[in-house]
């Protein structure tokens, strides 16, 4: 089965900066990838997929995703964050090899914008 | 366009006490899905259902049942709650089990149990 790594539980950055938030799943085998947003008191929003085809993903609110198949790893990406990207962020992962695999999240990381 | 939809947001409920958290959603979705989440733990998978007349056990089903009650609804019940069980409670649902689109979730169930 599955699995997924998210390496930092918190990160926090000054407004303006850039932020990379990492994300290793367990198997190098096809699989679909996901970052998802949730901000406080709300439910899980899609920020970006990778299914297949082109390894940089663009997302919502200029977030990005490398997908790279030999080190396993999505790693989330915005050039310069705002107040507003205050939020946590779940990778979940995906095989493609079984008809019936379910989603399977991170355990997430808070990423904390300071002014 | 309301996507998914839970009921209701917040709930404290004593050991022992029972209820059931409502689930819909207007997407023609075929699958459902229920997770809890607490702090630190992400996101676990409580009981799924596939396809309408369908459900399925979870990463952590002990303590609840789930009932898929037409295309649209899936509740979830504690029959017998205790504080372990005090969480936040997401459904989610995808076109179908494939989930290439990935799933769209509820904004929530906050449960207290005291």
């Known amino acids: 089965a599955q699995s997924v790594t998210q390496l930092d539980s918190q990160v926090p950055v000054f407004e303006e900066a850039p932020v990379e938030l990492r994300c290793n799943y367990s198997s190098s085998v096809s699989v679909y990838l996901f970052w998802y947003v949730q901000y406080p008191n709300q439910g899980l929003q899609l920020l970006l997929k990778?299914?297949?085809?082109?390894?940089l993903v663009k997302g919502i609110n200029g977030f990005e995703a490398e997908f790279n198949k030999s080190q396993t790893s999505f790693h989330l990406r915005k050039p310069s964050v705002h107040i507003s990207d205050t939020a946590e962020y779940f990778c979940a992962v995906r095989g493609t090899q079984g008809g019936s695999e379910k989603l399977v999240f991170g355990k997430g990381t808070k990423l904390t914008v300071n002014p | 366009n309301a996507g998914v939809t839970q009921t209701p947001k917040f709930q404290v409920l004593k050991t022992g006490q029972s209820m059931t958290l409502q689930c819909a959603q207007d997407?023609?979705?075929?699958?459902m899905y229920w997770y809890r989440q607490d702090p630190g733990m992400g996101l676990r998978l409580i009981y799924y259902?596939?396809?309408?007349?369908?459900?399925d056990k979870g990463e952590v089903p002990n303590g609840y049942n789930v009932s898929r009650l037409n295309k649209r609804e899936f509740s979830l019940r504690l029959e017998s709650a205790a504080p372990s069980q005090t969480s936040v409670y997401f459904c989610?649902?995808?076109?179908?089990?494939?989930?290439?689109?990935?799933?769209?979730f509820g904004s929530g169930t906050r449960l207290t149990v005291v």
């Open positions: 997407m023609n979705h075929n699958s």
């Open positions: 989610a649902s995808s076109e179908n089990i494939a989930a290439v689109y990935g799933y769209t």
């Open positions: 990778y299914l297949s085809g082109s390894t």
């Open positions: 259902s596939a396809s309408e007349g369908t459900t």
